[in-house]
């Protein structure tokens, strides 16, 4: 029986790999501070993409 290795293969870019996921997958950004402060739900949270960028609760994002 003849196997052949999938590897080694090239990673895909790490570039690549970012706006694939954050094109799926909400995210945002926060001020630790303001985390401490105010907590994870308080609109903190800044959409890292799409129109809206004012600032929401991380279940908005």
Avoid: K, N
């Amino acid at each position: 029986m003849d196997f052949e290795a999938p590897w080694p293969r090239r990673p895909a870019s790490p570039v690549a790999v970012v706006t694939e996921l954050l094109a799926t997958v909400p995210a945002g950004a926060a001020r630790i501070e303001d985390l401490i402060q105010r907590g994870p739900a308080a609109p903190v949270w800044h959409p890292l993409g799409g129109p809206d960028r004012r600032p929401c609760g991380w279940t908005q994002l």
